[in-house]
């Protein structure tokens, strides 16, 4: 139980293109999503908290208008990447979780090439 | 905010061997504490979790250890097989303040044979 698809794997894409990234709870409702940012050999680093039904929470220094995230339903989340360039390269990991006092599963991540 | 610190940041052991990973946690009101594992190209997968009304808990060769009173936890893998390989993340995270999870720096563990 508590599976997390996202979606795609793996994505190259020139630069100036919006690339969305799609995150999925398969087996439970997710009322929090996240979504972190990891770099090689590095932590990761959370981006943004979004909740079913209203906008997210951005952490201090993530730019809202970069890095759009909806979260419509109780299964999915997607994160934009929004005119894209090469420093936006990283791998995106979204997590998900069915209520306050539950784990968070994670996704498999995304990792985005940008050229 | 939460500031967790985790050592060692590389550890090599014999398979079969133990392997411990310690972490340390600033906010005392933190009351959740996952451990993930992380494979190479894959998101983290948690392992084994504790909360702060329990002192230990083991689920077949992992088990973690809870010291509130001098806010550390610990990470025990016994009998280590290569595929446990892999980087090892402890988490903490507040009972209020958006429970949002606070990471450590991650452990990379090499079972070698």
């Known amino acids: 139980g508590a599976v997390v698809s996202q979606h795609p794997s793996w994505v190259i894409c020139k630069s100036g293109t919006s690339v969305k990234i799609e995150c999925r709870s398969l087996?439970?409702?997710?009322?929090?999503m996240f979504w972190y940012r990891q770099f090689p050999k590095q932590s990761l680093m959370l981006m943004a908290t979004?909740?079913?039904?209203?906008?997210?929470?951005?952490e201090q220094g993530v730019e809202k208008d970069k890095f759009l995230i909806n979260h419509a339903s109780l299964t999915l989340s997607t994160l934009t990447v929004t005119s894209a360039h090469p420093e936006d390269s990283s791998f995106y990991i979204c997590?998900?979780?069915?209520?306050?006092?539950?784990?968070?599963?994670f996704g498999d991540g995304t990792r985005l090439s940008i050229l | 905010g939460e500031n967790v610190e985790q050592h060692p940041s590389t550890l090599s052991v014999q398979e079969g061997d133990s392997a411990v990973i310690k972490c340390t946690y600033s906010?005392?009101?933190?009351?959740?504490f996952p451990w993930y594992k992380q494979e190479l190209g894959k998101g983290p997968q948690l392992i084994i979790d504790?909360?702060?009304?329990?002192g230990e808990k083991k689920d077949q060769r992992i088990a973690v250890t809870l010291n509130k009173t001098a806010k550390h936890f610990s990470l025990h893998i016994t009998e280590t097989q290569p595929e446990d390989s892999a980087v090892y993340f402890c988490?903490?995270?507040?009972?209020?303040?958006?429970?949002?999870?606070?990471f450590g720096t991650g452990t990379q563990l090499k079972v070698e044979l």
């Open positions: 997590s998900a979780r069915s209520a306050l006092n539950q784990p968070q599963h």
């Open positions: 979004s909740n079913e039904g209203s906008k997210a929470t951005y």
């Open positions: 988490a903490a995270i507040q009972g209020g303040g958006g429970n949002k999870l606070t």
């Open positions: 504790i909360r702060s009304n329990v």
């Open positions: 087996d439970f409702q997710a009322t929090t």
């Open positions: 906010d005392s009101a933190s009351n959740y």
